[in-house]
Nanobody
Framework: QLQLVESGGGLVQPGGSLRLSCAASGFTLDYYGIGWFRQAPGKEREGVSCISSSGVTTNYADSVKGRFSISKDDAKNTAYLQMNFLKPEDSAIYYC??????????????????????WGRGTQVTVFS
């Protein structure tokens, strides 16, 4: 059974940092593209970042470029989202998602949420003064 479990969320002040983790089980990330999404109350789910199965290609939403960094450790079967210089508008539930896809072009454009078929349950990130 494919499973993704996010962790690392929490409360942080503006300008602070958090590192989210997405641990996979039941499959290996070597063959999967990974995406991070977020959803704030009353707002639509937003794509934040993605990484190709090889890790060579990454992409980011304009709102997080230069502040967030996505990575994956295939040996640990875990993907990460390093979030720096956090802002109150970054507050949301963050989800990781996966889809079996080994094409390097997978992440040249941020894939829509419907491209992914495995999802975690999310982790809450709250940025407050």
């Amino acid at each position: 059974q494919l499973q993704l479990v996010e962790s690392g969320g929490g409360l942080v002040q503006p300008g602070g940092s958090l590192r989210l983790s997405c641990a996979a089980s039941g499959f290996t990330l070597d063959y999967y593209g990974i995406g991070w999404f977020r959803q704030a109350p009353g707002k639509e789910r937003e794509g934040v970042s993605c990484i190709s199965s090889s890790g060579v290609t990454t992409n980011y939403a304009d709102s997080v470029k230069g502040r967030f960094s996505i990575s994956k450790d295939d040996a640990k079967n875990t993907a990460y989202l390093q979030m720096n210089f956090l802002k109150p508008e970054d507050s949301a539930i963050y989800y990781c998602a996966a889809v079996r896809n080994t094409y390097p072009s997978f992440c040249q454009v941020l894939p829509h949420h419907w491209r992914y078929n495995s999802w975690g349950r999310g982790t809450q990130v709250t940025v407050f003064s």
